[in-house]
């Protein structure tokens, strides 16, 4: 039979190094947050998950600056570009061109003539 001072330290030193695990793995989840010196394994999943999106925006913004600098480029050196957006945007005509207003404010001051 065996010695149960014996047996009792032998599950002493099995508890301790159970505690000491789960104690550790209490620190590296992260639950203490900035209380603890480790930011914890759970903040790094999602910081990498914010990474990891943060980076698709990224591109999407790159691809958004390039399509802009063409458009750009297009307006300060081409000259067809820049007499479309003069039309469309200020409403300008060139000296051979007659100009039919349909929006809703120049038709009803026509119906009402």
């Not at 759970?42 to 399509?67: G, H, I, M, P």
């Not at 300008?92 to 009402?112: K, Q």
């Amino acid at each position: 039979m065996s010695d149960p001072v014996e047996s009792f330290k032998r599950y002493q030193k099995h508890w301790l190094w159970v505690a000491f695990i789960c104690i550790w793995l209490v620190f590296v989840s992260g639950v203490f947050g900035e209380k603890g010196r480790s930011p914890g394994l759970l903040q790094a999943f999602r910081l990498k998950s914010l990474l990891k999106n943060k980076k698709r925006e990224l591109a999407s913004l790159e691809d958004q600056v390039k399509e802009l600098s063409v458009r750009v480029d297009k307006l300060t050196k081409d000259p067809v570009t820049q007499q479309k957006v003069i039309r469309e945007v200020l409403g300008y005509a060139a000296e051979d061109e007659i100009v039919f207003d349909f929006h809703e404010n120049s038709l009803r001051t026509l119906h009402r003539q």
